[in-house]
């Protein structure tokens, strides 16, 4: 996979995760559950903002960047518990995508993966993920 | 989450296959061999004499030094915790995550280096604070030391794969970090 390439699948996983954490925030309650809200909301800014660092960066490189489908397929929203484990399957996939960003980049590309991959692995614990042994690896 | 305009979920899946450990640093392998039998590297299967790790990997090929320095770190941080473990027996079930993380991570690294490198590590002396809270500070400052380290490690890494495994592991140590500061 070149770093373009790469690129473009973190940047259509960064599409599906900004509509999902949008969903998933319109879902939840500010003021019978602030704190899963704010959590939903924060992953919903970094996200938001990743997408369009990944913008810009493949469109100084000279590509188009992958539009956002129109919608995406959602799970059952319909308690806290399934918000908070719909947030923590949508961070396991990015992370995922960003270890192959690791694998696929050097420099200045690679360390910016590897700083999303890491804030990812993290936030998966604020969505009562447990501590793997290599994120975004399987 | 799969497209509905679309075909598959692409966009979030992960489909390639992780590549097998033995051949992340397949490329090392000749050079090794070549280092070796030129009587220049230090470590090697063919020479008796064992020197630090930091030496020993300094004409080896690129990635190997980067995982026996890896390795190193590693060995250093999980005698960090074991010590801390050992001296205050309070925390010792707190840093069962940690543990297993670092030995893991170790295991991966040794698997994956060319038979006949030293991996054994030289940790340096780890002094355990008297009090719990003051030795539970200084490990998360060891073990975002560890986590800098591989951070940079994986910068270093020529190979994709083994960048991605470094950059997992700091990840898995950030996770851990995040579980000791709670």
């Known amino acids: 996979m070149t770093p373009v390439e790469a690129q473009q699948a973190a940047l259509a996983g960064e599409h599906a995760a900004v509509y999902l954490f949008g969903v998933?925030?319109?879902?939840?309650?500010?003021?019978?559950?602030?704190?899963?809200?704010?959590?939903?909301?924060?992953?919903?800014?970094?996200?938001?903002?990743?997408?369009?660092?990944?913008?810009?960066?493949?469109?100084?490189?000279?590509?188009e960047p992958v539009a956002a489908e129109v919608s995406y397929d959602l799970p059952a929203l319909g308690t806290p518990a399934e918000l908070n484990d719909a947030a923590l399957q949508v961070e396991r996939r990015i992370a995922r995508t960003y270890g192959q960003l690791v694998e696929s980049t050097a420099g200045a590309e690679r360390r910016w993966a590897l700083v999303a991959l890491d804030d990812s692995a993290v936030r998966q614990l604020e969505f009562r993920g447990t501590p793997e042994m290599f994120p975004g690896t399987a | 989450m799969r497209s509905q305009t679309r075909s598959g979920d692409a966009n979030l899946s992960f489909t390639r296959r992780w590549t097998s450990r033995r051949t992340l640093l397949a490329i090392g392998l000749g050079t090794v061999a070549t280092a070796a039998t030129a009587g220049c590297a230090l470590n090697n299967p063919l020479h008796e004499e064992k020197t630090p790790t930091a030496r020993a990997v300094r004409d080896l090929d690129p990635d190997v030094a980067v995982a026996a320095e890896a390795v190193t770190l590693l060995r250093g941080a999980e005698a960090a915790v074991t010590a801390t473990g050992q001296r205050h027996a309070g925390l010792a079930a707190r840093l069962a995550g940690v543990l297993a993380a670092h030995q893991a991570h170790v295991a991966r690294l040794v698997d994956s280096v060319p038979d006949g490198v030293d991996t054994s590590g030289t940790a340096t002396a780890y002094v355990v604070p008297e009090r719990p809270a003051a030795a539970l500070a200084q490990l998360r400052a060891t073990e975002q030391s560890l986590h800098d380290g591989l951070v940079g490690l994986a910068m270093r890494a020529r190979s994709g794969p083994f960048a991605r495994l470094l950059g997992a592991m700091a990840a898995a140590t950030s996770q851990q970090l995040h579980g000791l500061a709670r």
């Open chain 1, 24 to 63: 998933l925030g319109a879902q939840a309650s500010q003021s019978r559950q602030p704190a899963l809200y704010a959590r939903l909301l924060d992953a919903f800014h970094v996200h938001r903002r990743r997408r369009d660092q990944l913008s810009v960066a493949i469109a100084a490189a000279g590509a």
